[in-house]
């Protein structure tokens, strides 16, 4: 088995790594039926490796962050204006704010929800959760110290780490 | 790095500082404990170990049967001992607490990882109360460090889950000890680079946590001293830290070259003796064979084959294991082949405790076959002496032609200590010459001197004969069932081993050549019972240890020696085995002190007795 | 304890080199050279003198020098023949002969073993020796002396005693179901499995010539006859005048067919061997099971080893015969693949691995 620091091959059921020393005597059980909450409460984000943004400026026009969104399939953009986050467009913002308006080379500012939810990487999967219910999205982007976007969360990952847990 | 506050902790001069680490799968002890001891060691201090593993295989996660230890004891003097208890006790999480604690003296220090104590890690170990809160703790001096919380803190912006920075903090403990004694970093910093070159974030991530740990001890409040063991005065030459069973498979490897033959290892995987059969079992580019049997028997059996073959046979097992060879082992004393058993001996009888030790198969050893059926035996006294016991135990068996026991047990298994490397050049050759001279040669003819018959070994051609377990004429070796015969032939057996007294060093002593008290010990009491000598010596008391190697046949002068001290002192680990022996050899009365608590003396409890016998003289 | 003569390589200098038609020198021997100078003692009319004459008389045939072959004994009256074997030889102790075997194989590959046990040596102390050494395919010889019963101590049943057999020990007629040692031997993996007759001596000698040959476990079941505390065990089928008709001999690759006048075969009906007259009933040679001792899987050899008289004839010669590495051959080839891989092992490197360091 692998040893999960050093990646060592070690003899199944080891308890010490023969390379590093190690204890390998968490990575080989199974871990108990944990409660589920309990592990959400302890997990970050982080360990639902989230995607990595798309940004566009906040000036750009709304239709060539649409045209962009259905080419690359993703259902959401982050904006940002010199980098630091200012807004996120959704699907549901081009169905909701742009449909049956005449399209035209509007900048993405004026639909963009503006200021959205954000949070760290490190913050606890529970709380991604906890948003999402409360406030009614499905994305959440995650900014560094500067606000800077270095992810995003969707409510289809946490849905893909509970099917991965559970199953 | 952030910036560190200038902080002047005065610095205490120890002699000897003894830690234990305890901690859950997962806190990495036995790593932190490994790092400390090669630190200390490369540091220049004398260095004993005890590792402590858990009792369970696998154990839920923060319960008790899932606690492992690491206790290391470092000096500037010569240390013989992994230390009678602790001086702090490092705690990483509640369970390892509950099973340490009573170990840690009234005084002592305990740091303990308080992240570790919640509600749910106090339920595991059975606490009803929080004993970082109530008052339970308040004999011993109580650093609760939040160590999970600032090693993670410490790691921040590095790409790692949380799971993966949590098995760093045992890095960060190391820190802490680290700076508490005076320990450079530099030595471990460098394995981790070695180690974990491939994966430079691990290394970065390790390296961070130990440092923290360090600024830890340095920026906190909470010590107020910290504390500084001088090297010792270690002969010159370069040294490896050893723990018994590495010692005894490099021993009987390097014996079988020191005696031009190949090792055959047969034997049966039993705790505590499997790790020599792992070890020798990656030697094949030395010409090692071994082989796994299906019993015990099979492995002395095959063990038996191929000394027959003219290899160096050998076996190992533990208490049990030596039982059920005691047939084979008689067909060995019998036919006259040389044979190495090895018994690590643990607590018994029967299945016993398999992981504790004892040192209670002496007697099975000496008496353990059916009639009478002398045996050599020799017993390793601490772990870098399985090494040179190794040798003896090969050198006897080829120069005599017979079986010998070599009885190591699972202290000196698995406890270590700094051992300096020998040169090759430094070790004699112990090879012995087979038979060849057809016109000369009888199977059971020997040579005058040491008893040996001529051996022959299949192959030679002209003298092919037959051997096996019936009683055979003496010289011509034809099943005979001769009275007289007999009698010699068990006479010549016995007069063979008893030969070999002629062979070995003379029984030294430590102390006085006569006087009030001799401590006399065999096996891994070594280290307790000379520690307590060394102490009672320097109180001006009259009394001597020695130390047997050689159970049998004893050497020459031990007779002479008990006689020159007006009382002697057994203490075992058995319930007065050599006793026995003893009294029964020189008609001596011997007082045997015998504890049987699966675990070594501790040097106090050999004080006191030795105190009380002493005060009793006079 | 030294000698003047040259010093021949001991134990294992050239010990690991297997000897083969190649490097075996042409030794020319005969029986004689393997009579040692024991006079024999075994119960007049013991079955076991013929079989030690028929081993004598084959030990030439291999080209082995004489000091190349090594005879080891567990507990019984068959244990007694290494001393009249003028060869190497180990008297050693009650079922563990195969271990000894074993050790010394693995040590010494140039020599020939044989092993020779009896049923309670083989099947009842022994049998998880059996066992194991079969399945590693030690290169060794077993020759089991099955009289199915226990005669050096004088008459208790052994595990071949056949259900409700009345001995010393079992006045009342045992209680056990005896075991096959063919079968066993079978599902043990052993590559070389044959059934002879101590007093069938062309036919002993021909199995004991083709045991020697095959390289692997070779176990060789002996119905011996104890006239003293056993007689006429295997009679009803063995003696001169029936067993042609109820014995079936062997032969690779032709089909089964027994009897006197050649004209009773054996075929298969369903997983079962069937009796069958030639001639009758349109049955034909065609129709008949042709032995095949090379199967990969012993199905064919299982069947044979549960046919009993007196339902069938009881088959003598080789079962199987197939080729397989052997354990002291695996056991140099992985020591030189360690060589090959990390070259020879330094000790003076090996002493100071891991981390050290120096006082000066």
Redo the contacts between chains.
């Keep these: 088995m692998l040893c999960?620091?050093?990646?060592h091959d070690n003899f199944e059921?080891e308890?010490?790594c023969e390379?590093?020393?190690?204890?390998l005597?968490?990575a080989?059980?199974p871990q108990?039926a944990t409660d589920y909450r309990g592990r959400l409460l302890?997990?970050?984000l982080?360990?639902l490796h989230p995607a990595s943004p798309r940004a566009v400026e906040a000036d750009a026009g709304v239709d060539v962050a649409i045209q962009l969104m259905h080419e690359t399939g993703i259902d959401c953009v982050l904006v940002t204006e010199a980098g630091r986050l200012v807004g996120i467009f959704t699907d549901r913002d081009a169905v909701l704010k742009i449909a049956g308006q005449k399209p035209g080379p509007r900048p993405i500012r004026e639909f963009m929800t503006r200021d959205p939810v954000v949070l760290r990487h490190?913050d606890p999967i529970a709380v991604a959760i906890h948003k999402m219910a409360v406030g009614g999205f499905r994305h959440i982007p995650i900014v560094d110290g500067g606000g800077q976007p270095t992810g995003i969360v969707a409510a289809k990952d946490v849905f893909r780490h509970i099917a991965e847990t559970i199953g | 790095m952030t910036a560190t506050k200038e902080r002047r902790v005065p610095t205490q001069e120890l002699e000897r500082v003894t830690i234990r680490f305890a901690g859950d799968s997962g806190d990495g002890m036995q790593l932190t404990g490994g790092q400390f001891t090669r630190t200390a060691a490369v540091f220049g201090n004398d260095i004993s170990t005890l590792p402590d593993f858990p009792a369970e295989i696998r154990a839920p996660a923060g319960s008790l049967p899932g606690v492992s230890g690491f206790q290391i004891s470092f000096s500037s003097a010569d240390i013989h001992t992994p230390g009678d208890e602790p001086d702090v006790l490092v705690a990483m999480n509640p369970a390892a607490l509950k099973t340490n604690v009573q170990d840690l003296p009234a005084g002592g220090a305990l740091i303990v990882n308080s992240d570790a104590f919640t509600q749910q890690n106090l339920n595991k170990a059975a606490y009803a109360s929080n004993p970082l809160t109530d008052g339970t703790l308040k004999q011993y001096t109580v650093f609760e460090i939040p160590i999970s919380t600032l090693n993670e803190r410490s790691l921040e912006g590095l790409d790692m889950t949380s799971k993966q920075k949590d098995l760093t903090k045992n890095f960060f403990a190391l820190g802490i000890m680290f700076w508490l004694y005076e320990r450079s970093m530099d030595p471990t910093i460098r394995w981790i680079d070695g180690k974990f070159k491939a994966r430079p974030v691990i290394a970065e991530a390790n390296t961070r946590a130990l440092k923290a740990g360090y600024a830890f001890g340095e920026t906190t409040e909470i010590f107020h001293t910290h504390y500084r063991v001088a090297p010792a005065k270690l002969p010159p030459g370069t040294y490896r830290n050893i723990t018994g069973n590495e010692a005894t498979a490099l021993g009987f490897l390097t014996a079988s070259k020191l005696a031009d033959r190949p090792l055959f290892y047969g034997s049966y995987p039993i705790t505590p003796a499997s790790d020599i059969l792992h070890q020798l079992s990656g030697y094949k580019s030395f010409g090692v064979k071994t082989f796994q049997a299906e019993d015990e028997i099979a492995a002395i059996g095959a063990a038996i084959g191929a000394s027959y073959g003219g290899a160096l046979g050998m076996t190992a097992s533990s208490g049990p294991g030596i039982a059920l060879k005691s047939e084979a082992l008689g067909l060995a004393v019998m036919v006259e082949l040389p044979l190495v058993v090895i018994d690590v001996q643990r607590a018994g009888p029967s299945t016993g405790m398999p992981t504790k030790t004892e040192q209670a198969d002496l007697l099975q050893v000496m008496f353990g076959r059916n009639s009478d059926s002398p045996i050599p035996v020799v017993a390793p006294a601490t772990p870098g002496e399985c090494f040179d016991l190794a040798i003896e135990a090969v050198r006897i068996a080829l120069k005599y032609v017979t079986p010998v026991v070599y009885l190591s047990d699972a202290f000196l298994a698995t406890g270590a200590e700094p051992w300096k490397i020998p040169a090759l050049s430094d070790l004699e050759s112990i090879a012995v010459e087979n038979w060849t001279e057809a016109s000369t040669f009888h199977p059971y003819d020997r040579d005058p001197q040491t008893l040996a018959r001529k051996w022959a070994v299949p192959g030679t051609p002209g003298l092919e004969h037959r051997i096996g377990g019936l009683e055979k004429a003496d010289i011509t070796g034809n099943v005979s069932y001769d009275p007289d015969n007999h009698h010699r032939m068990q006479i010549l057996r016995r007069e063979k081993v008893a030969g070999i007294a002629a062979d070995i060093p003379p029984l030294d002593v430590f102390g006085a050549a006569s006087g009030d008290l001799l401590i006399l010990g065999w096996g891994s009491t070594y280290g307790a019972i000379r520690s307590a000598v060394e102490r009672l010596q320097a109180q001006g008391r009259s009394v001597a240890h020695a130390h047997l190697r050689h159970l049998n046949p004893f050497p020459r002068n031990l007779g002479d020696v008990l006689g020159s001290y007006r009382r002697v002192l057994i203490p075992e680990v058995n319930l007065g085995q050599l006793s026995l022996l003893v009294r029964g050899r020189f008609l001596v009365d011997a007082i045997g002190y015998n504890r049987v608590r699966g675990k070594p003396f501790r040097i106090s409890e050999i004080e006191t007795e030795a105190e009380r016998i002493l005060d009793d003289i006079e | 304890m030294s000698n003047s003569t040259p010093k021949q390589p001991q134990n294992g200098a050239n010990g690991d080199t297997p000897l083969t038609a190649q490097n075996a020198e042409i030794i020319q021997l005969s029986r004689k050279d393997f009579v040692s100078d024991q006079e024999v003692r075994w119960c007049p009319g013991c079955g076991d003198y013929s079989i030690l004459a028929q081993t004598q008389k084959v030990m030439p045939d291999f080209g082995y020098p004489k000091e190349k072959i090594v005879f080891i004994s567990g507990i019984g009256c068959s244990g007694r023949l290494p001393y009249y074997m003028n060869t190497y030889g180990f008297h050693t102790i009650h079922g563990r002969a195969p271990t000894l075997a074993t050790g010394l194989k693995a040590a010494r590959p140039d020599l020939m073993v044989w092993v020779i046990t009896g049923d309670g040596d083989a099947l009842s102390i022994g049998g998880n020796h059996v066992l194991h050494s079969m399945r590693r395919n030690v290169d060794l010889k077993m020759v089991m002396f099955n009289n199915r019963i226990y005669g050096l101590t004088k008459g208790q049943a052994s595990p071949t005693s056949e259900f409700g057999k009345r001995t010393k020990s079992t006045p009342a007629g045992t209680i056990d179901t005896p075991i096959q040692p063919l079968t066993v031997a079978l599902a043990a993996e052993a590559s070389f499995v044959a059934r002879s007759v101590d007093t069938h001596t062309e036919h002993l000698q021909q199995t004991l010539n083709r045991a020697g040959y095959h390289k692997g476990s070779a176990f060789i079941e002996v119905l011996q006859n104890c006239n003293i505390f056993n007689d006429g065990a295997w009679r009803d089928f063995t003696d001169r005048e029936v067993r042609d008709d109820r014995m079936l001999v062997l032969e690779h690759g032709k089909p089964m067919i027994f009897g006197k006048d050649r004209n009773k075969g054996i075929r298969l009906r369903g997983l079962c061997p069937e009796v069958v007259q030639l001639g009758e009933n349109g049955v034909t040679e065609s129709d008949l099971l042709v032995h095949d001792e090379q199967a990969d899987e012993p199905y064919l050899a299982l069947v044979l080893s549960r046919m009993f008289w007196p339902e069938f004839p009881v088959p003598v010669g080789v079962f199987r015969a197939v080729p397989r590495p052997t354990h002291d051959e695996l056991i140099v080839q992985q020591l030189a693949a360690a060589v090959a891989s990390g070259g020879e092992g330094n000790l003076e490197t090996l002493l100071r691995s891991g981390e050290t360091w120096t006082v000066s």
């Design positions: 999960p620091v050093c990646r059921g308890d010490i390379n590093c020393g190690a204890d005597r968490t080989d059980i108990p302890g997990e970050h982080d360990d490190d």
